[in-house]
T-cell receptor
Framework: GAVVSQHPSRVICKSGTSVKIECRSL??????MFWYRQFPKQSLMLMAT?????????EQGVEKDKFLINHASLTLSTLTVTSAHPEDSSFYIC??????????????FGPGTRLTVL | EDKVVQSPLSLVVHEGDTVTLNCSYE??????LLWYKQEKKAPTFLFML????IEKKSGRLSSILDKKELFSILNITATQTGDSAVYLC?????????????FGTGTRLTIIP
């Protein structure tokens, strides 16, 4: 149980284009999903918290107009990188929180999306 | 600002050795500490620790939390090449409405056959 999928797994795009990444919880409902970014040999950095039916909460230094998050349903959140630039190249990972008693804070991660902007 | 520090940053041992990975933290409102294993893709969950002194065990892996010293260790006995990965430690806050995990930079473990 608690499987999270991401699509696509890898994307290469030209500078200036927009890229949409989907995160789905396959066998549970996720009221909250989290988007992380990981640069090479660095740890995961939280970008934003996505709540179903409401606006995402962005971490300090993350541009909300550049990284658009839509949590349209209890099983789907999308991250759109608008007008992508080479410095946006990174590994983007989503996670979904499973709220089950003591596992309140347990998050299950998707397989990640590697974005390369040329 | 919440902070998680892991040590060592990297570790290379021979198959069969036992390793201990360290995680120390400073967090305003602590609820739990989590350990993840990250190979080439996203992290996979290993343990969640909320109480001091209670060891959690899964096969050759075990972990324990010391809330007084703000410290956790992850032990791996009889290491195998499949244990090679980055091990991430994260802390979760307790205050309602703030559920974000703060991750350490990880320990890169390499097991030599």
């Amino acid at each position: 149980g608690a499987v999270v999928s991401q699509h696509p797994s890898r994307v290469i795009c030209k500078s200036g284009t927009s890229v949409k990444i989907e995160c789905r919880s396959l066998d549970f409902q996720a009221t909250t999903m989290f988007w992380y970014r990981q640069f090479p040999k660095q740890s995961l950095m939280l970008m934003a918290t996505s709540n179903e039916g409401s606006k995402a909460t962005y971490e300090q230094g993350v541009e909300k107009d550049k990284f658009l998050i839509n949590h349209a349903s209890l099983t789907l959140s999308t991250l759109t990188v608008t007008s992508a630039h080479p410095e946006d190249s990174s590994f983007y990972i989503c996670s979904a929180r499973v709220r089950t008693g003591v596992s309140y804070n347990e998050q299950f991660f998707g397989p990640g999306t590697r974005l390369t902007v040329l | 600002e919440d902070k998680v520090v892991q040590s060592p940053l990297s570790l290379v041992v021979h198959e069969g050795d036992t390793v201990t990975l360290n995680c120390s933290y400073e967090v305003t409102n602590f609820r739990s500490l989590l350990w993840y294993k990250q190979e080439k893709k996203a992290p996979t969950f290993l343990f969640m620790l909320t109480s001091s002194g209670i060891e959690k065990k899964s096969g050759r892996l075990s972990s324990i939390l010391d809330k007084k010293e703000l410290f956790s260790i992850l032990n791996i006995t009889a290491t195998q090449t499949g244990d090679s990965a980055v091990y991430l430690c994260a802390v979760a806050p307790s205050n309602f409405g703030n559920e974000k995990l703060t991750f350490g930079t990880g320990t890169r473990l390499t097991i030599i056959p």
